[in-house]
């Protein structure tokens, strides 16, 4: 158990429609990161957060935000989902930006 | 264009087998990360590291710098290290964040 949680664990719903996965990370780590693993593109960087502020963004998609909340828990939206956004995302916590990145379980999201 | 490759892409081994498995990047790094995932998906970090070697149980991390390039080594393999391992990477670039990009994986069976 990495300490790192993730709701819901799996996610179906139809295209079009909007959903909001939530990360709590490790006690006391500042940084979360979100990374989408698909079966054709392998797992890719989202977005970093450092204690509520946006630190980096890789490929996101316009129709996906995330945001860090005052208690450091974090929450990525999806919005307008289309099939292709099928994949696991996991949410990753860590102490600062240069430390070991511990793992949550991931969300399965099914677009049908 | 992946600038963290990985080789092999699927590696059988019998149990017992010292198995190694390599990761090249294409420019200057803060950290090399190797990650563990199982077949569930859940996803485990291994190693971080910068430099030289490091040692955990029967596994072995090493990395070149001035070669851009790191081997992650499996003595006495047996068939719960069956899983995909994954070398990730935070560029120098990339210094006011954390954000790894990953190279494709490597899937083990290691047969009994």
């Known amino acids: 158990d990495s300490g790192v949680t993730q709701t819901p664990k799996h996610l179906i719903t139809a295209t079009g429609q909007r959903v909001t996965l939530r990360c709590s990370p490790r006690?006391?780590?500042?940084?979360v990161y979100w990374y989408q693993q698909s079966l054709d593109q392998g797992l890719q960087f989202l977005i970093h957060?450092?204690?509520?502020?946006?630190?980096a963004k890789g490929n996101i998609l316009e129709r996906f935000s995330a945001q860090q909340f005052p208690d450091l828990h974090s929450e990525l939206n999806l919005s307008s989902l289309e099939l292709g956004d099928s994949a696991l995302y996991f949410c990753?916590?860590?102490?600062?930006?240069?430390?070991?990145?511990?793992f949550g379980p991931g969300t399965r999201l099914t677009v049908l | 264009k992946n600038e963290v490759e990985q080789s092999p892409q699927n590696l059988t081994a019998q149990e017992g087998e010292f198995i190694t498995i390599n990761c090249s990047y294409s420019?200057?790094?803060?950290?090399l990360h190797w990650l563990q995932q199982h077949p569930g998906g859940g996803i485990v970090s291994l190693f971080m590291?910068?430099?030289g070697k490091k040692k955990h149980g029967r596994l072995i991390a090493t990395i070149n710098i001035q070669e851009k390039h790191s081997s992650l080594h499996i003595t006495a393999s047996h068939p719960r290290d069956s899983a995909v391992y994954i070398c990730?990477?935070?560029?120098?670039?990339?210094?006011?964040?954390?954000?790894?990009?990953f190279g494709q994986g490597t899937t083990l069976q290691v047969k009994p």
């Open positions: 590291l910068s430099s």
């Open positions: 006690s006391g780590d500042l940084s």
């Open positions: 990730a990477v935070r560029f120098r670039s990339s210094s006011n964040t954390g954000k790894l990009i």
């Open positions: 990753a916590s860590s102490l600062g930006t240069a430390d070991t990145q511990y």
């Open positions: 957060y450092y204690n509520g502020e946006e630190r």
């Open positions: 420019v200057g790094i803060s950290a």
